[in-house]
């Protein structure tokens, strides 16, 4: 089955730093990269996916990157604010399969 | 709101007591899926229902028993529960088509 290894388990910046997180899987079969992010005392909500397809998605502050040969995808937030504070997952999926997850990023970022 | 959702939001519950989470969704999905977060494990899946079958129990002790009845509907049914069960359950839905799971925003259980 699939494995998901995401790092850092904890990331800390300064407001208005980027951060990135990494991700890695071991099934070359996966197509489906999204990433989660996840507020104190809320569910995990999607912020951002990408398809094997695809080599780089952006919207606003927020970037994923997707190496389909090292099997490896990345989350890059620029210009971070303390909003961005929050725990992140990754996950990948092959269709008609179950979506794994990483282990989760705990993001601090301080004003 | 992200069209799951989840109630009670919180819980506190004896070791003897029996009781039921409640999950719901409206967003047309045919599968659904129960997790558990906790400091230790962070997204522990439990359960999975596709088309209302029950496809996967990732070797959840019976004193969780999980039950289907429609596609928009689960329910977590607990007794007998151990301190070590306090978490953050999580139900989601999704498809078979390859797109992401929505979230409901959990129930937080608190087993005395």
């Known amino acids: 089955g699939e494995n998901v290894e995401q790092h850092p388990s904890t990331l800390s910046v300064q407001e208005g730093d980027s951060a990135v997180i990494k991700c890695t899987y071991s099934?070359?079969?996966?197509?489906?990269f999204p990433w989660y992010k996840q507020e104190l005392g809320k569910g995990p909500q999607l912020i951002i996916d990408?398809?094997?397809?695809?080599g780089e998605k952006k919207d606003q502050r927020i970037a994923v990157t997707l190496n389909k040969t090292a099997k490896h995808f990345s989350l890059h937030i620029t210009e971070t604010q303390p909003e961005d504070s929050a725990v992140y997952f990754c996950a990948a999926r092959e269709a008609g399969n179950m979506l794994t997850f990483g282990g989760g990023t705990r993001l601090m970022v301080k004003p | 709101e992200t069209g799951v959702t989840q109630t009670p939001r919180h819980l506190v519950m004896g070791m003897t007591n029996k009781k039921s989470l409640k999950c719901e969704q409206h967003?047309?999905?045919?599968?659904m899926y129960w997790y558990k977060q906790s400091a230790k494990k962070p997204l522990e899946l439990m359960f999975v229902?596709?088309?209302?079958?029950?496809?996967e129990n990732n070797s959840v002790p019976s004193r969780f028993s999980p039950e289907c009845p429609n596609s928009s509907h689960l329910f977590l049914h607990l007794h007998t529960l151990q301190p070590e069960d306090s978490a953050l359950y999580l139900c989601?839905?999704?498809?078979?088509?390859?797109?992401?799971?929505?979230f409901g925003s959990g129930t937080r259980l608190t087993v005395v």
């Open positions: 990408i398809r094997s397809n695809v």
């Open positions: 099934d070359s079969a996966s197509n489906y």
């Open positions: 989601a839905s999704g498809t078979l088509a390859n797109y992401g799971y929505t």
């Open positions: 229902y596709n088309f209302k079958e029950q496809t």
């Open positions: 967003l047309g999905h045919n599968a």
